[in-house]
């Protein structure tokens, strides 16, 4: 579809062009258009229909975004954000430069002006950071047909009309109602006998971690959010929370593979900008790596004595290495769904230390026939591996599951103690572990 329109274009043939765009999906048409030289965006964008073109706005990159509002004219950028909800002008705004944020805070209405600056102002991070002021709110004192009548008068303008919000005089929250309540209700029953008053939400300052997480616990569509008074000042939807999801999910990844984390996609992020993110996270770990150089270099006596130990290095710290992770991901997971708590930790150990000593154990075992019957080794030199196997493994999978929890107590995002960390410190007790248990039991 790119390749045809792109020759539609080039034939000045607009009309065939815009049929093919027209019935399109807005997401798919911000797809196909990202696809678009940059020369050609500007152009494909006005081919768009106006509700559509709105619409595929909010689902474009930044960086697209804010190369079309530089190519608009005030007509069109008129068009584009009145038809933006609210949330998605802020996402857009708070990724674009100074001078652009100030042209299109000049083309929106002093009310909503003010909205997205309040937004702005919450915390980066924070439910109030991605929640719409955009919802159906309601008083108790109405009847079902009363209720209807505003949704009709105010809904073309919110972002969602499923579930609408009750409220005092004061804006303070009182319960919700949705319109499957409304619709299987008498017209003339009043809404404060219907509405459903244990009303889970969260405050303009909770993480929006956390927003996501409520939702998806509870299937809502959307959530509440107060303020410190406990007044609606917004809602929290469930495609804001499904990004939310997915950019901390990214960032996790990134951090447990000691990468600084970035906004931007991989195939726009240039060069210079990956290399800065990586290369301070590879110069620490390679610094701290010298520590088993160093612990190799104090034992060269006991290997020079004993040469058949070196073989066997590889396979003590990888296995180490492996053990602590697997152990690490799991725990940062239930720490990230709220599955593990400090209250949990001794638990925990517990568990954790079973599991090492029946992996330990059963690695210990295969190995044992392997190198008797393999690598045919002495029977001391294959006790000292084994040993060495199962304590290795019980070490790593103490440090894997305790350091995310300390992490996270000290302040810390639990996902910076994953792989490379664990890896490295779980290297080093390996190595003092062999070397020791080689010394006790060859007498080397």
């Not at 509002?69 to 708070?94: C, I, P, Q, T, Y």
């Not at 459903?196 to 299937?219: C, G, I, M, P, W």
């Not at 270099?297 to 290495?321: C, H, Y």
Request: aromatic share 6%; net charge negative; hydrophobic share 45%.
């Amino acid at each position: 579809m790119t390749e045809r329109l792109l020759e539609l274009l080039e034939e000045k043939k607009y009309q065939e062009a815009g049929k093919i765009l027209k019935d399109m999906m807005p997401a798919d048409a911000a797809a196909l258009l990202s696809e678009m030289p940059e020369a050609k965006m500007p152009l494909v964008f006005r081919l768009l229909p106006k509700e559509l073109a709105a619409d595929a706005f909010a689902y474009m990159d930044p960086d697209i975004q804010e190369l079309l509002v530089k190519a608009f004219n005030d007509r069109e950028l008129d068009e584009v954000m009145s038809g933006l909800f609210l949330d998605d002008a802020v996402d857009m705004l708070e990724e674009m430069p100074a001078n652009v944020v100030k042209r299109v805070l000049s083309h929106v209405d002093a009310g909503t002006r003010k909205m997205i600056n309040q937004i702005l102002n919450y915390p980066k991070d924070s439910a109030g950071s991605i929640m719409t002021m955009e919802y159906v709110d309601l008083k108790g004192s109405m009847t079902v047909a009363q209720a209807f009548e505003r949704i009709r008068s105010t809904g073309i303008e919110k972002e969602t009309v499923y579930t609408c919000y009750v409220t005092d005089s004061r804006r303070k929250l009182e319960g919700i109602v949705t319109v499957k309540d409304l619709l299987l209700s008498p017209q003339e029953e009043v809404i404060r006998n219907i509405m459903e008053t244990n009303v889970k939400f969260v405050s303009t300052h909770t993480d929006q971690e956390e927003a996501a997480r409520q939702l998806s616990k509870y299937d809502f569509l959307a959530i509440p959010v107060v303020d410190a008074e406990e007044r609606l000042v917004g809602i929290v939807t469930v495609d804001d929370a499904i990004d939310v999801i997915q950019e901390e999910t990214t960032e996790d990844i990134e951090k447990m593979a000691a990468i600084t984390p970035s906004d931007r996609p991989y195939m726009k992020t240039s060069v210079l900008s990956t290399w800065k993110k990586r290369v301070p996270w590879l110069l620490l770990l390679m610094i701290s790596a010298t520590f088993t150089s160093a612990i190799i270099s104090n034992f060269e006596g006991a290997l020079a004595a004993s040469v058949v130990l070196t073989g066997f290095i590889p396979m003590l710290m990888d296995t180490g290495g492996n053990s602590g992770s697997q152990s690490s991901i799991t725990v940062i997971r239930g720490l990230s769904l709220g599955e593990i708590r400090y209250r949990d930790v001794p638990k925990l150990v517990g568990k954790e230390i079973t599991v090492a000593l029946l992996c330990g154990g059963t690695l210990a075992a295969a190995n044992f026939l392997k190198l008797m019957l393999i690598d045919r080794v002495t029977l001391p030199v294959a006790a000292v591996v084994c040993a060495t196997l199962l304590c290795v493994v019980l070490v790593s999978n103490l440090v894997g599951s305790t350091l995310p929890i300390l992490a996270k107590r000290l302040g810390f995002d639990p996902a910076v103690m994953a792989s490379p960390f664990i890896t490295t410190i779980v290297d080093a007790v390996a190595l003092l572990i062999y070397f020791n248990i080689a010394k006790l039991v060859l007498g080397i």
